[in-house]
């Protein structure tokens, strides 16, 4: 039976092999990808001292990660993600407050409660150009930041959350002052969604988004319900904002209004351009970046960091991540123009 | 013989400008029909308004039987309606292979599958080969769509379309940017498709019209001029004047 199967199939379409190669190889794992997450890991050892930096570049990463999903996979700017992120870090923190202190339940809130804001605002995104997108989105994240400063009785209004306590993890592993649990596990959170929304991404589900990004007028002739799609990934997109929140409230064992400050909205944008959007590892490298530029441009000069970072974005905009890697190839191939002439 | 398709008092304003004028007709199952008309007489609003990309200002649109003028476009394309664009819309940065594919997983129900790799089901690859093949794209297949030249491009437009296995099929100048001797070779694969298909052609090459349709419709300042067998069309002076006779139309 088998048998008679493959000799129908080959009868019908010789190029088919060579077709499902070439799809299944956009989703094959390369060798650098290999090398990122084994150095992720390899810094719990090797880089002891700044376990506390490389957390927060986890965290950020995640942030920047969930951003990708619907900038760089669905083509929906915001300007007002910290919204998710925030709700994510109020939710953790007052579980925990409220007695539940294992860490696992606190993420699994945080992501259910930004998903249902996620998917309660993704309505509102669905007509519109950019620009409606960018203010709609700005504007959620600040009508939160109020409320979570009227409602002091519940967040600490401007004097933040307090007395957010965390069980070890799994039962096992306290949070420790060098950072390292809140390290390994930030990492490990990291890896899980990333390997999920890799899946994603590869996933049919996940070529009907790149073309509705590309072209919704024929994504639509062809039969997606573009609306439908577009929900999906948003509400997936706000509960992994949720969880960068909830582990940041969860490391730091402290939450303050600053969560839905538009500033961090900007900055996982900036995270996620200086990395390079629809990746997937943008929002990793651009953490890594920003982060470290931010620790060592502020140690020289402790006021101005910014103005390097804002240097590096415009730089990278205007001249554009694919010339500068045509430059660096060409320094790298010094043979390459000669060939070419 | 069975309507496929069919208006009533199809009527499209854009401001003053009144771009579809009452039109009432009706497509028959299996008939291979033209719609031809002067630039801008309202082909491609016609169009449109079966398809769901512009809404009717009055009137309705009927789909075998069922009342679909409230349907979104993807809705009619999942009820067996499907098209092509007169200016090409492509997804620039997909390769060809993943394009038609697109449309296969879709059209199989597998379009919100998220847990599986696109790539991993063999009705959808085995499908979207043999549709590449038939349009001559295989060794094409694995290029971003935005290298490839247009008569290729053009071929994919219709490649897609006709991945939705659609019962009715719309085309909007197919050939239009085709040199000459691939032309034919495009409403060739047309003609091929099944007989149960329906066909309507918007074409300003009359050589091509004559050879490929069954049925003519004429379209003057957006109302219907007349509808007819291709022979009577052709016959007729009324049409001549309006249309046949202006020549040198490209
Ligand atoms: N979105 C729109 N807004 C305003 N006017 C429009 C719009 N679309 C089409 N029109 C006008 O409606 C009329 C019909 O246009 P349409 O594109 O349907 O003509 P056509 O028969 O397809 O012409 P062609 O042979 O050049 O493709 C034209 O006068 C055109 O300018
Ligand atoms: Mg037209």
């Known amino acids: ?341 | 013989m069975t309507t496929a398709l069919e208006t009533r008092n199809l009527v499209k304003r854009f401001g003053g400008l009144v771009a579809t004028n009452d039109v009432t007709i009706s497509f028959q199952q299996g008939m291979r029909y033209a719609l031809i008309g002067p630039n801008g007489a309202g082909k491609t609003t016609l169009v449109n308004l079966l398809t769901g990309v512009l809404r009717p200002t009055s009137g309705s649109v009927m789909l075998e039987g069922q009342d679909i003028t409230g349907m979104s476009p993807f809705q009619r394309v999942r009820s067996g309606l499907a098209r092509t664009f007169q200016i090409n819309q492509l997804f620039p940065e997909m390769t060809p292979l993943e394009t038609v594919g697109l449309a296969v997983s879709e059209r199989q129900g597998h379009g919100r599958e998220w847990w599986r790799l696109a790539g991993s089901k063999s009705e959808v690859i085995d499908e979207a080969a043999a549709i590449l093949e038939r349009f001559g794209l295989t060794d094409a297949m694995g290029v971003p769509t935005k290298v490839l030249p247009y008569g290729k491009q053009r071929l994919l437009e219709i490649a897609v379309a006709i991945a939705c296995r659609p019962r009715v099929l719309l085309l909007d100048e197919p050939a239009a940017g085709v040199p000459e001797e691939e032309r034919h070779e495009i409403l060739d694969i047309v003609s091929g498709l099944p007989n149960d298909v329906t066909v309507l052609l918007i074409e300003h090459d009359m050589d091509l019209v004559f050879s490929f349709a069954q049925r003519i419709a004429v379209l003057v300042n957006g109302g219907l001029f007349m509808e007819g067998a291709a022979k009577d069309v052709a016959a007729d002076p009324r049409v001549r004047e309006v249309y046949l006779g202006e020549g040198g139309h490209g």
């Not at chain 1, 299944?24 to 002891?48: D, Q, Y």
């Not at chain 1, 992120?85 to 409660?113: E, T």
């Not at chain 1, 990492?187 to 919704?216: D, E, I």
């Not at chain 1, 509400?235 to 929140?245: I, K």
């Open chain 1, 1 to 341: 039976m088998t048998e008679a199967t493959m000799a129908v199939t080959t009868a019908q379409a010789p190029a088919a092999p060579a077709a499902r190669r070439l799809l299944i190889a956009s989703a094959r794992w390369r060798w650098w990808e290999f090398a990122v997450w084994i150095a992720a890991f390899a810094a719990i050892v090797l880089l002891p001292r700044q376990l506390l930096l490389l957390n927060e570049i986890a965290i950020l990463a995640l942030f920047a990660l969930s951003l990708d999903l619907i900038l760089g996979y669905a083509g929906i700017v915001s300007l007002g993600h910290a919204a998710f992120f925030g709700l994510g870090a109020y939710a953790a923190g007052l579980i925990a407050k409220f007695g539940y202190g294992d860490p696992l339940l606190g993420l699994l809130g945080a992501a259910g409660c930004a998903a249902v804001l996620g998917f309660a605002t993704s309505f509102l995104l669905l007509r519109g150009s950019d620009l409606t997108r960018l203010m709609v989105t700005l504007g959620i994240a600040l009508m939160l930041q109020e409320l979570a400063n009227r409602e002091s009785w519940l967040t600490g209004g401007a004097d933040g959350l307090q007395g957010v306590t965390m069980a070890p993890v799994l039962g096992r592993f306290d949070f420790d002052i060098f950072g390292r649990t809140a390290y390994v596990y930030s990492l490990c959170v990291l890896l899980v969604l990333f390997l999920l929304a890799r899946r994603v991404v590869h996933s049919p589900f996940g070529l009907s988004l790149r073309a509705v990004k590309l072209n919704p007028l024929r994504a639509r002739a062809v039969g997606i319900s573009v609306n439908v799609r577009l929900v999906a990934i948003y509400t997936m997109s706000a509960a992994y904002a949720g969880v960068a929140g909830a582990l940041s409230a969860q490391t730091t064992q402290y939450v303050s209004l600053d969560v839905f400050d538009f500033i961090r909205s900007a900055d996982v944008m900036l995270v996620l351009v200086l990395g390079g959007v629809g990746y997937l590892y943008g929002g990793i490298l651009g953490a890594l970046i920003f982060k470290a530029m931010q620790d060592y441009l502020s140690s020289v000069t402790a006021q101005y960091w910014q103005f390097w970072i804002g240097l590096v974005l415009v730089i990278l905009v205007l001249v554009g991540r694919d010339r500068i890697g045509a430059l660096f190839s060409r320094i790298t191939v010094p043979f390459s123009r000669g060939a070419r002439s």
